[in-house]
């Protein structure tokens, strides 16, 4: 025994069997306790409680149901109905109540017509249902396949008929890049909802306002404990939780402006924004051609989809967010009033325009689009009245890339808007850096002459001109452009997201002086809207390069084809004096801003404006 | 002690010692143990076709996987004790590795990461931390004096601490708590001292309140309120409980007969083949059906833990306790469960569940429990 060194000194075999033995016995009585415990929760079960889950169980088998909520209406700020809920009939079957489906499936395609592509989705369903769940069949059945369903209900048990309200859009295609559209919830958005409070959801925001606001509008669920007899026929309802309704949103759109603005486009392709400069609320927002959004909610069929997807017009296309276009010479008055800041110009000051324009030490001419230019001295008013680009050209070439940068990005420009809307797209305000990060090249003087016109690497979606527009309105307030004014009745702000109080009075005045003069000015490029006009306007007209026209080559719009043709441009906010709306107009190939892109703008105005007495009543509220 | 370890000595096949032995003796096998788990899979099997529907397809391979597993036990209990004692550490760091593994680069579904899968071939690295725990615990408090010391005692519970870690975050609450569960056993049964169980509980308590009130968002507290009273989600968790204590409520206490349960035959029951199939056996066989398995489930560790009694070596004890009292402990939890005593998490009901991978890990642990035994009889002769 002393052979074994250390270990022997300390453990000690009996005395660790005898520890042992005792811990176990401490085992044995818990153990024995808690045998205890669920011999008599068994019984508790069994026993006691025998009777109340007999019943339970033989009463015909009770059911907890879920109750879907009722989605929210969408109304315009006038109260028109912009997206409701329709009843639709759906032909469900309950599969614990069906002994062979195939042969109920067949019998239910003898009856009415049943697609292959609707039995597909049916066992699609079919394997994520809960227990004694319906699942849907057929949608949109019409009142003759009901009647015919109800005479054969015996020969069908487990199949019922069952009416849901659905998402209706009255207006049809007027408002479809505004709302969006709700359809059937997919496999992968399953994973991502809250399975209980969708259980008896069918339908799910896709895009848009729809999608943007789905929380806001979906509502609670509710459930109910049903009865019901062996064939799955409810018989009496128990216990009722109701759901929560979601809530009723109102709009800042003006249904009647909308509409207005989408007759004036008259079928071409475009985008319409009119903003509200005092609240960044969004009064219109067209994308023409559109579709309509009723056709997505009961599950868009094939044909029609490849039919929209394959329209060259691309109606499926969100312009007014997501088009990307050169600002061109909308861009004018933001520059000359960073011209101002900076302190490069003053109103009176004059540059000289021979039709062209060339950089020291090259000779390379940036042109005029006026042959010959616009005289020898021009100013600002006159700049910014006639569009004269040469102006423009010395202007930005004396700013520099990075001053343009910054005092455009003070307007919005280069980032999303932060609209209530889903897939914005932010447009390109180039600078020195990004240039380095995305050409791997630095700067040259001359593409910061491309930027004096809007043109070269710059880009800006309709919306984000409409906000820069409402920024000159405003002078200086830049407002995430919003869609929803008021949810329940309780009104919803738009964020302030910058304002201008570094420039000036002075300077907004002369800026807003020389865009009047476009209106108003005998030579004004959008002297055309003045007839008739019963305020104040201030605009600026732009035509936007499709293709690059080489130097000393001609602009021949007769001999390009039309998808080439310039775009054209209008921006304006009304009455100048205290601008109530600001508008931009795109209307892709459209060739002259003053001309085409102008009248849409006035008619937007005029209706907001002049047409409807109850919508500044409407607004008062 | 010395005595086997001169009788380990002997020439193998040496002699009339071996022909005096039964063919039970021969293949280290306990007799009385495999008769009462032959007797539990039968009911399994029995109580399985009834839940499945009468699919007879199920239960075949349940049988299969059933005689795979036992065929496994037999070929475990070969296995001495010293030699598992040895393995332990390596054993150990392996199964680490494996689990760190498998939340790299584990396969699942549901949103848990449990399985590994090794050109083609599946499991769950969790399962193999069941038994290689209490292993490791024993290994480590068996190669020092007991009743363990604070130190020691810390080391194990960083020991057991680890792996369970690991596979609660897989997310697997139910193989976490058998794993820490099996490893508590090993340091419990080695003679940890009083003061410090009390004072562990009394901490956790009073870790309990500020983490609720001050380190738990809400959402994470109405998480473990629905995971206490799943009855508050009716349409979700909740679904499950209310469908099984009806089941279990309804067969009363002579049952409604086998395969007239109603509440699984019409799919109201919920995982019936799986871990609520004790809500099917207590509707068709009622109270005494249940006290009937509960029967046979203490016969079982009964005679585990007097063969874990019987062991002389002290890693063998401490194995073999942990082990049986681990099998209670899914009994146990399982039951809880079911009749909503206990939150759901996950433990199957042994040898009754459906289900290979966790039948393999079960009965691996009786094949050890063998294999100690068979090596106390040597000794007694």
């Not at chain 1, 324009?357 to 700049?383: C, E, I």
């Not at chain 1, 508008?583 to 002049?610: F, K």
């Not at chain 2, 495999?34 to 029995?46: K, T």
């Not at chain 2, 584990?106 to 590994?116: I, M, N, P, S």
Request: proline fraction near 5%; charged fraction near 20%; include cysteine.
């Amino acid at each position: 025994m002393a052979t074994i060194p250390r270990r022997q000194t300390l453990k000690n075999t009996y005395r660790e069997r005898y520890v042992y033995r005792r811990r176990m016995f401490v085992c044995i009585v818990l153990l024995m306790v808690m045998t205890g415990v669920l011999v008599s929760r068994y019984t508790q079960l069994q026993i006691l409680d025998y009777d109340i889950y007999k019943t339970q169980s033989d009463r015909n088998r009770i059911q907890l149901m879920p109750i879907a909520p009722k989605r929210g209406l969408i109304f315009d700020r006038n109260g028109i109905l912009l997206a409701e809920n329709i009843p639709s009939y759906t032909l469900t079957v309950i599969r614990e109540r069906v002994d062979q489906l195939d042969e109920t499936l067949a019998i239910i395609g003898e009856l009415i017509e049943l697609s292959d592509d609707d039995i597909e989705q049916f066992k699609k369903r079919l394997r994520r249902r809960r227990p004694y769940e319906e699942v849907p069949l057929k949608f949109r059945l019409s009142e003759k396949e009901i009647a015919i369903i109800a005479v054969n209900r015996h020969r069908i048990p487990g199949v019922d008929v069952d009416a849901q309200l659905v998402r209706h859009y009255p207006q049809g295609e007027l408002f479809a890049h505004v709302l969006g559209y709700v359809g059937r919830i997919s496999e992968r958005e399953q994973d991502t909802i809250d399975p209980v409070n969708y259980s008896g959801t069918h339908h799910i925001g896709k895009i848009g306002l729809e999608k943007y606001y789905e929380d806001l509008l979906h509502g609670t669920v509710g459930y109910q404990n049903v009865e019901s007899n062996a064939h799955g026929r409810i018989l009496r309802v128990l216990e009722r939780h109701d759901p929560l309704p979601g809530g009723d949103i109102q709009l800042h759109i003006d249904a009647q402006v909308q509409k207005v603005a989408y007759d004036a486009m008259a079928g071409r392709r475009g985008a319409v924004v009119a903003i509200d400069p005092k609240t960044g609320g969004v009064i219109a927002m067209l994308s023409t051609p559109s579709y309509d959004a009723n056709l997505f909610v009961g599950g868009i069929s094939g044909k029609d989809y490849r039919a929209l997807q394959n329209d060259n017009d691309l109606p499926l296309y969100n312009r007014a967010l997501q088009g990307q276009y050169p600002p061109a010479s909308t861009v004018k008055p933001l520059w000359a009033l960073a011209g101002m800041y900076y302190g490069v110009v003053t109103p009176a000051t004059r540059y000289a325009d021979p039709g062209f324009f060339s950089l020291p030490n090259d000779t390379r001419r940036y042109r005029d689009w006026k042959r010959g230019g616009h005289g020898a001295s021009v100013n600002m008013d006159q700049a910014i009245a006639e569009s004269c680009d040469v102006y423009f050209y010395e202007l930005a070439y004396k700013l520099g890339i990075d001053r343009l940068h910054d005092f455009g990005t003070r307007f919005g420009l280069g980032d999303v808007t932060g609209i209530d809307n889903t897939n914005e797209r932010g447009g390109l305000l180039p600078s020195r850096q990004w240039k380095r990060d995305t050409r791997g090249s630095h700067w040259y003087p001359g593409e910061t002459i491309n930027v004096g016109i809007g043109q070269g690497f710059m880009l800006a979606t309709p919306l984000q001109i409409a906000v820069a527009t409402s920024v000159l309105a405003s002078r200086g307030e830049l407002r995430a452009p919003r869609l929803l004014a008021a949810v329940g009745g309780e009104p919803v702000e738009a964020p302030l997201l910058g304002k201008m109080e570094d420039v000036p009075e002075s300077q907004w005045d002369a800026i807003q002086h020389s865009m009047e003069e476009v209106i108003y000015d005998v030579r004004g490029t959008g002297r055309s809207l003045r007839k008739g006009l019963q305020y104040r306007m201030a605009g600026k007209t732009g035509t936007a390069q499709v293709i690059s026209i080489a130097a000393g080559e001609e602009y021949d719009s007769e001999s390009l084809e039309k998808r080439k043709r310039d775009h054209a441009l209008f921006v304006a906010y009304a009455p100048s004096e205290d601008p109530e709306i600001a508008v931009a107009v795109i209307i892709e190939n459209g060739e002259s801003g003053g001309g085409v892109a102008g009248p849409v703008a006035r008619a937007v105005m005029d209706a907001y404006l002049l047409n409807s007495p109850d919508v500044a009543s409407g607004e008062q509220q | 002690m010395s005595q086997s370890d001169f009788l380990r000595q002997l020439p193998s096949g040496a002699g009339p010692m071996y022909s005096q032995r039964t063919l039970s003796q021969r293949l280290r096998i306990d007799p009385v143990m495999l008769f009462l788990l032959l007797l539990l899979s039968g009911v399994g099997l029995m109580v399985l076709y009834s839940a499945s529907d009468e699919n007879a397809a199920v239960v075949l391979r349940q049988g299969r996987f059933l005689s795979v597993a036992f065929v496994v036990m037999v070929l475990v209990a070969q296995l001495h004790p010293e030699q598992l004692q040895r393995w332990a550490p390596f054993a150990f760091i392996g199964c680490i590795l494996l689990l760190i593994a498998v939340h790299f680069m584990g396969v699942g579904a549901k949103g848990a990461q449990r399985w590994l899968s090794l050109g083609g071939f599946r499991f769950q690295p969790s399962e193999l931390a069941k038994l290689i725990m209490p292993m490791t615990v024993a290994w480590y408090l068996s190669s020092h004096p007991l009743p363990p010391s604070w130190r020691y005692t810390a080391a194990s519970l960083v020991i057991i601490f680890v792996p369970t870690v690991l596979v609660a975050t897989q997310p697997d609450l139910g193989t976490s708590i058998l794993i820490a569960a099996s490893g508590m056993f090993v340091l419990f049964l080695g003679g940890i001292s009083w003061t410090f169980i009390f004072s562990a509980f009394g901490l956790l308590l009073a870790a309990a309140w500020p983490m609720w009130e001050f380190v738990l968002h809400d959402y994470q507290r109405r998480r473990i309120l629905t995971l206490l009273n799943p009855e508050s989600d009716k349409l979700g968790a909740g679904w499950n409980i209310i469908q099984s204590k009806t089941a279990i409520g309804s067969g009363g206490f002579e049952g409604k007969g086998w395969l007239m349960g109603t509440q699984s035959h019409l799919d109201f029951l919920p995982e019936s083949h799986t871990d609520f199939i004790i809500a099917v056996l207590a509707e068709e066989y009622g109270l005494r059906g249940v006290l009937l398995l509960l029967l046979l489930y203490a016969l079982i560790i009964g005679r585990g833990i007097w063969i874990s009694t019987q062991a002389k070596h002290c890693f063998g004890r401490l194995l073999g306790g942990s082990i049986i009292l681990t099998f209670f402990v899914y009994v146990f939890v399982n039951m809880g469960m079911v009749s909503g005593l206990l939150p759901v998490v996950g433990v199957p009901l042994p040898l009754v569940s459906q289900g290979g991978t966790s039948l393999v890990t079960l009965l691996v642990g009786f094949g050890i429990l063998m294999g100690i035994y068979a090596d106390e009889r040597l000794v007694h002769q």
